[in-house]
């Protein structure tokens, strides 16, 4: 048994974590599960091990990220699956910014995969499972009311930022961010921040030095598309960004 710090009540489950209450205000902790699932929870596993490393891996981005000045709710790792973060009110939009075309957008646009998107292009979608997360346009965004137009701006600025900085990691480490999801939340004084998670769940990777479009995947798309080797992708990711990403600080 792996240590877990002493929890209040669990204030959230999502498909691949639960979110806890501690002792203190100001601190939530966040359990990453060993769930896996896809297509809005259609699909389902457990994967042995992938909760410790993407626990570990957005810890070690959310460091990278932090040491640029990019504002996370990121506190520390309490131990292998536990990670304590600042509470936040999350926004309800998920953020997806777009390098290189892939999954959805090929699906639903004449782009082809792997088509490079300059600029990068930003997604929004509406954080609702039971509607399937829907694309959100400019207006209907505003219709929804659940952000300003000021607070559009910032999340908009912050997940760009979040992008170069990602990249300027990963590149040199031979992986391509094709794309990623990030969620964003305010905190109790108003600060918004990088909420959620950064993990091969959550981004698509490819490592560059191989030019098959199916072995050069090293993110969840390998889950979904039943490619195998899941955690020992992740793994590969792990061991890339421990050693370009200060070591992650224990908090407890
Ligand atoms: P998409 O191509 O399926 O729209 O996904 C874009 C990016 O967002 C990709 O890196 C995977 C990530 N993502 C999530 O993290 N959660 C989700 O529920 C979905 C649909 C995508
Ligand atoms: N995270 C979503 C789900 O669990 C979709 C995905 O990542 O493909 O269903």
Not at 14 to 40: C, S
Not at 104 to 129: F, H, N, V, W
Not at 134 to 163: H, K, M, Y
């Amino acid at each position: 048994m792996s240590l877990s710090p002493a929890t209040g009540p669990l204030l959230y489950e999502g498909k691949a974590k639960r979110v806890y209450a501690t002792d203190r205000e100001d601190v939530v902790a966040v359990e990453y599960k060993d769930d896996a699932t896809a297509f809005n929870a259609l699909k389902k596993a457990q994967l042995l091990g992938k909760g410790a490393m993407n626990c570990r891996i957005s810890a070690l981005l959310f460091e990278h990220l932090e040491q640029l000045g990019v504002p996370t709710h990121y506190r520390g790792l309490y131990s292998d699956h536990w990670m304590m973060v600042r509470p936040v009110r999350v926004v309800p939009v998920e953020v997806v910014v777009r390098n290189l075309a892939a999954g959805s957008l090929c699906r639903q646009m004449p782009i082809a995969a792997g088509t490079p998107l300059e600029p990068p292009l930003l997604d929004l979608y509406y954080k609702d499972d039971a509607l399937g997360d829907p694309l959100l346009s400019e207006a209907r965004l505003d219709r929804l009311g659940v952000v300003t137009p000021a607070q559009l701006e910032a999340i908009r600025n912050l997940a760009f930022r979040v992008n170069d900085g990602l990249r300027a990691l990963f590149g040199p480490v031979g992986l391509e961010l094709v794309d990623f999801k990030i969620e964003l939340g305010f905190t109790a004084t108003g600060e918004l921040v990088v909420a959620d998670e950064i993990s091969p769940d959550t981004c698509r990777l490819w490592d560059r030095a191989v030019a098959d479009a199916q072995d050069r995947i090293l993110d969840k798309d390998r889950f979904r598309q039943d490619l195998g080797g899941v955690v020992e992708a992740y793994g590969e990711v792990l061991k890339r960004v421990q050693g370009v990403c200060p070591e992650p600080r224990v908090y407890r």
